[in-house]
């Protein structure tokens, strides 16, 4: 199928990723019908009001059922239950797809839990923030970041192009790429800098909080990111996780024995180091 | 002496924070005179062409000679040979500040190295960014920021009062506390969080970094900062640096322990508690 002929799609979970794809969708493909299915009424009613889908349901099977395209946009934990719960109500054909982040774990989740004839294809756009709920939501929340899609050793493609097609029209910048990969790269731009953050904070005595920079402000704002979201992506990528904070508490240990130990040119090497590495993606 | 019978002021380095610290007092001190040193030919040159001074020199004595109050604004590690070199210049009854970012090393180079009757201040403006330079400096760089103002213990009080006003004037909210406790927070919110910041991108594979989003820009920014800064910062304040830092390894490895062993509900905890802890400055 062609993207054109895109006709219904199903939004599973109208959060801040979920909502901010309808919007998305909403206004790239006017022609195109959004089904949202929500868990909680308020957010079923907040959904109506902004008129960011055209239905909304607490009904898996009836959300799901028309559509030609279901995204999941819930936390990683719950993707086994959805998966069995629209499995039975899948229309022939429909590719299913979510905006997880991390993506082994969830392709291993479709292989068990959806028919065969669906087809899965993994997609982690790296949008979204600190900030959580679909009150946050924005049209233009994709709008030039990197989506990272993956796919399984047994998919034909079919689905794959139109997953790729439609996250171009948001505006996005697609890296196709597979799980195993993906979630290796991802340990070390995100999860394990959000680790960092978090350790960072509570290591820090609260008191003293009161008068941070912004370079505190910046470095940790990460840790004030939505709990339960994180305890998912940090135990589907816990083998990656766990060896990137390896190596960052070699690096801390190394830094402080530099200090510890007054060595001027030791210390400043890593610092330099440092600066040099980031030089790609410095604003300066 | 009074705020309002400041005549003259010397600001030795015009970098980032002398450049700016020059382009504030012009702005709220028109009738203020203010004569700025620059080491290099080349900040000499440019500070006349923006006109940031009213007078520039590469001669220290003939720049602190006439002044009432003298700022040093360069790295800390070159104030025990700056402030040898000034004090058989320094008029009677001058005040001798800085801008540096750890005071208890300072306060003590101040005792061995200015003359009686000098009395010495220390300042620490919490700005500044990761850029440098007096091509950066900008007259509003201290508004609103944070700044601490230390004194030794056997000062009369008179200069404190003095820098505390022109920090004030320039739109600082005014901190005084000891420099040994100034250190100790410091470490806690900066110098640490420098330090991880650091560690971080030297623990990230560089091939990794092409695909990094907001969340690890925000959280390493501060590592593409100045080198040779941040060796004299980690320098002069080692001890508080190097226990800081056994608190994060002590954070990290105890969410590592968690992460490993799936532990749910105690990756949840480390989560939950640093978003708690980080509410007074989360910006939502």
Redesign the interface.
Known sequence: MLLKDLQTVTIVGLGLLGGSLAMAVRRTRPGTRIIGYAHRPATRRLARRLKVVDDVTGDLQEAVGDSQMVVLATPLSTFPSLMAGMAGALSPGAVVTDVGSTKVQVHAWAMEYLPKGIEFVGSHP??G???RGLAAARADLFSG??CFVTSGRSDKGAGKGLVVDLWQELGCRV?QINPVRHDR??A???H???????????????R??????????????????D??I??DI??TN?AN??G??????????S??RS??S?D?TG??H??????L??????S?
Chains 1, 2 share one sequence.
Not at 208 to 225: E, N, P
Not at 244 to 253: A, E, N, P, Y
Not at 277 to 282: V, Y
């Open positions: 790296m949008a923030s600190e900030q970041a990197l890296c790269i991802v070390g731009i995100s394990v800098p959000q680790a960092v953050a978090v350790a960072l904070v509570n290591a820090t005595n609260g003293y909080i009161q008068f941070a920079g912004r370079g505190f402000k910046d470095t940790t704002r990460i840790a004030s990111s709990p339960r994180w305890t940090f135990m816990a996780v766990k990137g904070l390896d190596k960052v508490i070699r690096q801390l240990q830094l402080q200090i510890g007054m001027r210390i400043r890593h610092l330099a180091k440092a600066r590495k980031r030089r790609p993606i410095a300066f």
